[in-house]
């Protein structure tokens, strides 16, 4: 059921996801050096914390993100964002006052428990917005998520710079409360509270939403693509020593990873509408062979201009690539059920972006840096081929049972305004 505040939400959230993804990214880059402020020394023992403490977040993300989509189907999306908003504020000023490494490693899974909030933006969205245009709007929330994520790092080094780490994690839980206030004062949502008359358990719940085909293929679409992507992000920056003898290489590797984030900023919106009109599987499809396309010659690059043409070309399909998964799982999602949906989701994306990483180092060391582009690719070569054989098949099924359902419904319509005409004109006569 869509509502009448549906463009007032996006725009309302899209800046609230920024604030919140540029929060969040002003930590990331920092966390090795937070450990070192916090007396781990040895450079083994920073590399396998900081690991340890930026994969943790993930895990604990990927266990609870089917419970928070179950309580946002039984209470509203809009709860869920203020759970996370406050909940996150909270954990991320508190980290600020870390210890040690167990401390922060603590404060990071607790972070990780209670994060979502652009998960439960993107389900409000998704029902509160017209079917029709639901690509548009998740393409536009992604746009607002993309910048942020593109200028906290920038804002982050900044601040490091001048007012020291600590104080990093204090302006970012400000800055997510603020974000918090925005949802609870200007966010509107039309929800109806349904009582469930069976309660089912979690594994329940994923067996009743798997059951609808192809939200299992798109689920794992969407781990693959994690893994597949975000298992570069953390080398990337060695790869770009390799290929610039510049001294300024943090400056370099950012340029690589916003160059990204600028052309998946663009081209979100846009593909989004082409969604819309053309169908959420053709754009799923053409964003993921392209992406295939671009990310092999990223491993035979000779210059670092060269990489950076192909890391823009490979952000324009990922504008395409993100909205159109969640689209899709929007329009199969049981009745009742969506948010449980875009929970479990949530876990298979949180897994992708903790495993890529891990696979990703581990491959690195083997077989060298480059081979991560060829491994990528092959993923995403996969993906395709799933999209193509499992879910195309059944969205242009669905298309086709959709207008014959329509054609059927206009005949009935027809059917009873010429038997009422034809009862009006017995009366006259």
Known sequence: MHDKNWKRNLYILMVCQFFVMAAMTMIIPFLPLYLQDLGVTDPQAVSRWSGIIFGVNFLSAFLFSPLWGKLADRHGRKLMLLRSGFGMAIVITLTGFATGPWSLFFLRFLNGMISGFIPAAIALMSMSTPKKQVGYSLGMLQAGAVAGGICGPLFGGIMADFMGFRMIFYVTGGTILIAAFGVLFFVKENFQKKEEKVKTNTLQDFKKVVS?????????????????????????????????????IAFYAGLAMSVMGFANMSASPFLGKLSDKKGHHFVLLLALLFAAIVTLPQAFVASYWQLIAFRFLLGLCLGGLLPSINSLIRHLAPVGMESRTFGFSNSFMYLGTMLGPTVGGWLASVAGIRSLFIASSILLFLNVLIVKYRVVPVMVQRKRDEKREDL???????????????KHHLGQA
């Open 408 to 422: 059927q419904k206009e005949k009935k319509q027809d059917n009873r305004q010429n038997n009422a005409k034809e």
């Open 212 to 248: 609808t085909s192809p939200i299992l293929s798109l689920f794992v679409v969407f781990f693959v693509v994690q893994c597949a992507l975000i298992g570069i992000n953390p080398l990337l920056s060695l790869f770009v020593q390799e290929l610039t003898p510049s001294q300024n």
